[in-house]
Nanobody
Framework: QVQLVESGGGLVQPGGSLRLSCTAS????????MAWSRQAPGKQREWVAL???????NYADSVKGRFTVSRDNAKSMMYLQMTSLEAEDTAVYYCSTLVQGTTYWGQGTQVTVSS
């Protein structure tokens, strides 16, 4: 079955950096579009970045220029390098993929930006 596992979250000061990882199994990773999303307390989940199977990447305006998404197809992993973190980036971060009409999500990893 499809399984996505995020890691790398933690507590970081404003202006700091973190790298999140997403490990996928149960899919042909190289052929799948992958996404990062986040959900802050009391807010709806929002899309953050896309790493398409084609190699293209897309970012939400709120993170453009600060976050970089990448993928390693050989390892079935996707990454989110986050820099210049702000308090507003505090959220649970999820990776996801769409397979035959079903969106699969990981369990999420908490990112807290605070001094």
């Amino acid at each position: 079955q499809v399984q996505l596992v995020e890691s790398g979250g933690g507590l970081v000061q404003p202006g700091g950096s973190l790298r999140l990882s997403c490990t996928a199994s149960g899919i042909v990773f190289s052929g799948r579009n992958m996404a990062w999303s986040r959900q802050a307390p009391g807010k709806q989940r929002e899309w953050v970045a896309l790493a398409l199977a084609s190699g293209n990447k897309n970012y939400a305006d709120s993170v453009k220029g600060r976050f970089t998404v990448s993928r390693d197809n050989a390892k079935s992993m996707m990454y989110l390098q986050m820099t210049s973190l702000e308090a507003e980036d505090t959220a649970v971060y999820y990776c996801s993929t769409l397979v035959q009409g079903t969106t699969y999500w990981g369990q999420g990893t908490q990112v807290t930006v605070s001094s």
